[in-house]
């Protein structure tokens, strides 16, 4: 199906006042300075445009120049490879000199800085990705984009196996181009060219893998883009093990669910404890991301080795032992599943606890109060608290002072 375009919105995107004030003060007196790549893209298909990113024919030099007379902060963020970040009002632009490729080797390019406009698109990756939009309102396609465009279609610029070879990662931002914005299915030649290629992905630096697999698995259609890994052989090398469809797919398609990286991940990826350590290294994921793996890992293994069905006391301790967000999580992706099962009033009570409709539960000792009773500081505390912690799960995580009270009279007389 051929869509229409957003011509309208292209015009949009030059009345942006600051855009405006930025590319009034980096065009003229011979040089010229075009908005290019996915905001050009995202225009077109009446998406929200977040990032406006600029090139050209101006040195990292003269952009800077140009910004300084202009009265705007310059940073130069990527300035090896030619790009300054120029600040207006607040708003960050990148601005990045035109390049060429020099020499590629698979992951990195040698580039030089060059003046024109094409040779820039040319060395871009995908067709709908190499439009540039002049600040006189003239779209400049080079690569059949907007045909592509408007059939949904992601393709490479030029040969797809010769492409992929001067950088692998573009194996995997064909899948996530593909996910975000192709309809039907993936191109052949770019399919047969990833796949033929796909022995390169090991040169690559985890961390690239990383952010294009992120922002795939959030991407619309990331269900069926999964599937297209899995069924070409690069899912299981992505993630170095098996994945769970069925949970992904949960997770993913759940309206009460925000596109969260980290939480698709878990779902599809996660079956034991060790996935999660093993996805950090694999992936150079942060601490937080390798926690929150590893806390879904945890709850899932708990839930998953009792047959007992959960009723709103097991919601309530599980909230407390585990957090209102890993609960909901791991209860969403195994939804159907022979274990765990709910009771009626379950899910009406996790309902209440993510709404805020009731307040989560608080363990409600403090080391203060023992000590306040004469217990001395040290180790001991600890332990008394722990001890205390158990109790009050294991009796439903009762929030009335009273049960408070007498739950701190219990714990000391036990010192
Ligand atoms: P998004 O909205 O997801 O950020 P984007 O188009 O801005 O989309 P980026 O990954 O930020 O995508 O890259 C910006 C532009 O730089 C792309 O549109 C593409 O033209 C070019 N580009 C980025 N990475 C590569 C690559 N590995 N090979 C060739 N061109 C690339
Ligand atoms: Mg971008």
Redesign the pocket.
């Known amino acids: 199906m051929i869509h229409t375009l957003d011509q309208k919105a292209l015009a949009g995107l030059l009345e942006r006042p600051k855009l405006r004030r930025l590319l009034d003060a980096m065009n003229g007196e011979g040089e010229e300075t075009r908005i290019?790549?996915?905001?050009v893209?995202?225009a077109l298909l009446g998406r929200p445009v977040?990032?406006v990113?600029c090139a050209t024919t101006a040195s990292p030099d003269g952009i800077m120049e140009r910004a300084h007379r202009a009265g705007f902060k310059s940073v130069p963020t990527g300035i090896d490879h030619g790009t300054i970040t120029v600040i207006v009002e607040g708003e960050p632009f990148e601005v990045t000199t035109l390049r060429e490729d020099v020499e590629t080797d698979g992951r990195y390019a040698v580039v030089c800085f060059g003046r024109d406009f094409e040779a820039d698109a040319l060395?871009?990756?995908?067709t709908i990705?190499?439009l540039s939009l002049g600040l006189n309102g003239r779209l400049y396609d080079y690569t059949d984009g907007v045909a592509d465009l408007a059939a949904r279609r992601v393709r490479f610029i030029g040969d797809a196996h010769i492409?992929i070879r001067?950088?692998f990662?573009?194996i995997l931002?064909f899948f996530?181009?593909y996910a975000?914005y192709a309809e039907n299915g993936p191109d052949p030649e770019g399919l047969v060219a990833a796949g033929a290629e796909r022995a390169g992905l090991a040169i690559l630096s985890r961390e690239r893998i990383r952010h294009e697999l992120l922002?795939l698995l959030v991407a619309r259609r990331a269900q069926d883009t999964v599937q297209i890994l899995a069924e070409h052989g690069f899912l299981t090398w992505i993630l170095d093990g098996a994945a769970e469809f069925g949970r992904f797919e949960r997770i993913a398609s759940a309206p009460d669910r925000s596109a969260d990286p980290v939480e698709r991940l878990a779902a599809l990826a996660i079956m034991t404890e060790e996935d999660a350590e093993r996805l950090r290294e694999r992936l150079r994921l942060s601490n937080d991301e390798q926690r929150r793996l590893a806390a879904y890992a945890e709850l899932l293994a708990s839930l998953k080795s009792s047959s007992l069905p959960l009723d709103a006391t097991a919601i309530r301790r599980l909230v407390a032992e585990h957090g209102v967000e890993t609960v909901s999580l791991v209860l969403s992706a195994t939804a159907g599943e022979p274990r765990p099962t709910l009771e009626k009033g379950a899910p009406e009570a996790l309902i209440r606890f993510r709404s805020g409709a009731e307040p989560l539960p608080v363990f409600p000792l403090r080391g203060a109060d023992l000590v306040e009773r004469g217990i001395p500081k040290g180790p001991k505390i600890g332990e008394l608290l722990a001890q205390g912690r158990r109790i009050w799960l294991a009796e439903g995580c009762p929030a009335d002072e009273a049960y408070a009270k007498a739950l701190l009279g219990r714990v000391f007389a036990q010192a």
């Open positions: 290019v790549g996915g905001a893209r995202n977040m990032e990113d060395r871009r990756d995908f990705n190499a492409r001067e950088d990662l573009r931002r996530r181009f975000e922002k």
